[in-house]
């Protein structure tokens, strides 16, 4: 059997807009807690099951669970970050665990990898894709295993 998940969200969470969904052959939903906690979600998955109740559908609600990640600081300032240039890591205001691990050749990216950096020495980092950096959004070290062994791949 066929199965059509929307997701839920703030563009889209009310009871009439789910409604609508499910009338076009929608059969579950998937609620994303990356951005959001399960409890201000109350309101959502009301407005969920009372569509669903509506239509006659047994709706099914996958929930995304938010996994260990790290972020930047939400108190940031929005940076620019240009191609080539060096800047250094003192503006990121990265979380204390990420400093021992920034280390010649490693790679940082943010944003879920829309903006990449590498690290030229323990304080320095060139952009190679840059773009406006944002408060809060996420923080990757790729090819890191262990403080003491990592991988560098281009």
Not at 3 to 23: A, D, H, Q, R, V
Request: hydrophobic share 40%; charged share 25%.
């Amino acid at each position: 059997m066929l199965k059509i998940f929307g997701t839920i969200g703030p563009s889209c969470f009310e009871e009439e807009t789910i409604l609508k969904m499910f009338e076009m052959n929608m059969t579950g939903m998937r609620l994303n807690l990356s951005h959001v906690d399960l409890v201000d979600c109350k309101e959502w998955i009301h407005n969920f099951h009372e569509a669903a109740k509506k239509v006659g559908v047994i709706p099914e609600l996958l929930i995304d669970m938010k996994g260990p990640e790290l972020r930047l600081s939400r108190n940031l300032k929005c940076v620019q970050l240009e191609e080539g240039s060096i800047v250094n890591e003192d503006i990121f205001d990265f979380p204390k665990i990420i400093h021992s691990y920034l280390v010649e050749n490693q790679e940082v990216w943010m944003d879920d990898g829309k903006i990449r950096l590498v690290c030229l020495n323990n304080n320095q980092l060139k952009v190679m894709n840059g773009g406006l950096l944002k408060p809060g959004k996420s923080i990757a070290l790729p090819w890191l295993h262990s403080k003491s062994t990592y991988s560098y791949r281009r």
